[in-house]
């Protein structure tokens, strides 16, 4: 059974800093991308960066510039440093990781984190 399991997030003021952590693991045949999701209050999900094997980058343009994700793919690990954070920032943060399982099914299908709250007060 695969997870993955989110760390970091909390309160921090607007210009600080923060950096979130994310570790895949079970029984895992390949992963094609990692990255980040967040979700404000009324709003839908967006994905906020994305890494794939590659080491190519992926950035909503809101964040171009301030986050920087991160991949280490011999751990199955994924980051994201937020620096210089706005209210705007607020949201639950989701890993998420496009996978194949080891066992059964071939397919490559989405997995997601618990979702970590971060809050950028004013």
């Known amino acids: 059974q695969v997870q993955l399991v989110e760390s970091g997030g909390g309160l921090v003021q607007a210009g600080g800093s923060m950096r979130l952590s994310c570790a895949a693991s079970?029984?895992?045949?390949?992963?094609?991308?990692m990255g980040w999701y967040r979700q404000a209050p009324g709003n839908q999900r967006e994905l906020v960066a994305r890494?794939?094997?590659?080491?190519?980058?992926v950035y909503v343009d809101s964040v171009k510039g301030r986050f920087t994700v991160s991949r280490d793919s011999a751990k199955n690990t994924v980051s994201l440093q937020m620096n210089s954070l706005k209210p705007e920032d607020t949201a639950v943060y989701y890993c998420?990781?496009?996978?194949?399982?080891?066992?059964?099914?071939?397919?490559?299908?989405?997995?997601w984190g618990q979702g970590t709250q971060v809050t950028v007060s004013s």
């Open positions: 890494i794939p094997s590659d080491g190519s980058t």
């Open positions: 079970g029984s895992i045949f390949n992963i094609q991308h």
């Open positions: 998420n990781a496009y996978l194949r399982p080891m066992y059964g099914s071939s397919s490559y299908r989405h997995y």
